[in-house]
């Protein structure tokens, strides 16, 4: 493991990978553990290795919409992003088959709160 | 023309939803203009805007429309869809009610990757601190920036910071408070699991403000995931020499330990978490000496709440004076509240100070969870109070929710409705600041389980007129005479529901009513002759032998004998049991 | 798991901590989480042990919440009485449950299956009304699910 200085730093910084082109976030912190989050992080991952999907699958923290628990929030290439919320294990299969398979959103899931809140840049 | 999409959600409060029946009109519409296949309808749980009817919104270009009727639909697929023209009569302002400073990476971030949080600019106010600043320069920043405590009192974070700075000392400490023990209050919890390293970069920064070379993170156990993802990120933060002796090759060295909470609610005082963390008793101290002059082990220490922190990396990296443009006058920046209670989105917020209460509870919150109607607002848990509806529109800050009668707090926000009965409300606060008093002092011992009994006798029917003269005098005791934070406000929610909500107390005491339905031993229960089917299930629930009679005559109930279970009408199948 | 010594484990945890400042609290957590409860046994061992008076050991687990001093049921059952929970039925489910088990808070199940507790705030808020039995989290509780969700516990002894 590199010991990080100053001199190094925006060099390390630089060399971090980019995430992916398809990327599923999953809510993963005490509220959307307790709602579920768990088994829908685990049918993401084992569903899109057998449909042989190239989307990176990611724990992250809690968006705060603690209503629509569990959360995730899904990037594929020429589709908006999008935050699913109440997602299970068929609703899991569904956006892995919809939306990273055919490029369609889902009904009825997304929670869409985009135009809510402004998020401080880099 | 690119592939398109709508997505739409009827918002109409009040009435049903109806976004399938839209939907098959948008799909039929697009069917006769065949255009099925070049866009894509998808009906949505949640738009971000509530109480504006249908809305649309097209995707891509964000262009979103509110109270849109069925004869728009059609407009809106030629002139919008087809056209790329905007709507002007039809078109919402975005609703952006959220700005996210302290959640900049909640959700957004592995927080169990380091370079997640490098590549989302962490640390790199670390690097600048402490290659480019003085640590008077610090300050300097966050005295521009206004920042104040995020843990209820509001206090200047750079005062704090200041009097530690000044002070001489071979050691200092700096202390991250995470004993989160406000009861509907999960904000820290939320920044700790979600941007662990966001809170310990603060915390560095801080270090090297005052001169500090060690740090503890004092956390509730009751949060063991919050816990995990500290002990991680510390480790991580020490294997990239983040942390440890000459970090990032400079001359600072920083360590870090943790320390767990053990369900004590007065150990979020500083002097009591402070002897907690010594290993003792959470027994608060006297102050002055403040412990930015005499703290942790007589050393002088700073204790900041994880919110506050996790506000210092982004200030030091865009500058104070861009910090010092968010806010009111004397409240800079954001707020996160755990918004809950009767509220359709319950979860957290972050909010520019100032937002209005309103805008909170309607625009962000989505107004309220059933038909009820709003009561109050609660703010600061059980060192807080409410704040009545006629007050919505006041703005959210420090100075004044004072003026309401109520505090910033931690974060908490609990909407309620008619259904809730204020006087409940203030005995469940005021029981768990009995619950919690550490019993060194005696205004808080004794007054506040003195003030309890009242209040409890008040609510079983046994309240007298003078009462609630007694209670304010025992208040004002408390507040003048406790040792600690907790004593000085635990009679709070007590005086704020006395101020605004005297008729209700009155009610209970003189007419023995609860207008919410929720004191159990002020409720009466009737059987009703005319809806009864006569089916006896009242009469054998009843242990207490108050229901009397047989399946021909019909059934009575006996005031004198009901202990006011509720049994009977929850059994009942035809709603033949009044309760009132 | 040998309660009233201190076991191998417990001693290295005492090892780990004896020469920080101010362990006592951080020793007990470890006690409390590898037992459930702080047995007297090793309150007196750990006295000998670190030179602490017994006094000084029982003032802090005393103190905190935290600490138990008597052995807790199989199935440890947290029902939250934090104020969104409070407000959304919590007291309509802890009745439930006291109604169901026979027994009042703080306290363990005759059968020694469940010990029944209140907790201050489990942070869940958006999930009130939130009851937890040992790590699982339950939320949204409805009392007519409480039987069903006790029964799961019963089943596998």
Known sequence: MIKLTKENFDQHKTGIPAVGKNWIKVGMSTCGIAAGADEVYKTFVEEAKKKNLTVDIKKCGCLGMCYAEPLVEVHVEGVPQVIYGKVNKDIAIKILEKHVGTKMLVNDYIFDLSLTMKKVGK | MDKKIVLLKDTSIGAADKTKEYYSLILNLLRDQNLQDSVQVVRVADIGFYDQGLVLKILPGQVTYGRVQESDLLPVITETIQGNKVLDRLALEPNEKQLRIVLRNCGQIDPENFDDYIAADGYAALKKVITEYKPEQVIEQLKASGLRGRGGAGYPTWMKWNFARQVKAEQKYIVCNGDEGDPGAYMDRSVLEGDPHSVIEGMMIGAYAIGASQGYFYIRAEYPLAVERIQKAIAQAYEYGLLGKNILGTDFSFDVEIRLGAGAFVCGEETALLASIEGKRGTPQPRPPYPSIKGLWGKPTVINNVETLANIPVILLKGGAWFGKIGTEKSKGTKVFALTGKIKNSGLIEVPMGTTIRDIVYHIGGGMLASKGIKAVQTGGPSGGVIPKEFLDEPVDYENLQKLGSIMGSGGMIVMDEDDCLVDIAKFYLKFCVEESCGKCAPCRIGGFQMLSLLENITSGKGTASDLAKMRRIALAMQKASLCGLGQTASNPVLSTLKYFAAEYKSHIEDKKCVAGKCRYLLNYQIIPEKCKKCGLCLTNCVFGAITGNREQGYILDPAKCTKCGRCYEVCKFKAINKG | ?157
């Open chain 3, 1 to 157: 798991m040998t309660e009233p010594k201190l076991s191998e484990d417990i001693k290295k945890v005492v090892e780990k901590w004896r020469n920080k400042k101010g362990s006592l609290v951080m020793i007990l957590h470890e006690i409390q989480n590898a037992y459930g409860y702080v047995p007297r046994e090793t309150s007196l061992e750990l006295s000998k042990y670190l030179d602490v008076p017994l006094a000084r050991i029982y003032e802090v687990i005393t103190f905190y919440n935290y600490f138990k001093l008597e052995k807790p049921g199989k199935h440890r059952i947290a029902v939250c009485m934090g104020t969104a929970c409070y407000l959304k039925g919590a007291p309509v489910i802890l009745q439930e449950l006291k109604e169901l088990l026979d027994v009042e808070e703080g306290h363990n199940t005759k059968d020694g299956l469940f010990a029944l507790d209140v907790v201050r705030c489990l942070g869940c808020c958006g999930l009130a009304p939130v009851m937890m039995i040992d790590d699982k989290v339950y939320g949204k509780v409805k009392k007519e699910e409480i039987m069903n969700i006790l029964s799961e516990y019963g089943k596998e002894e």
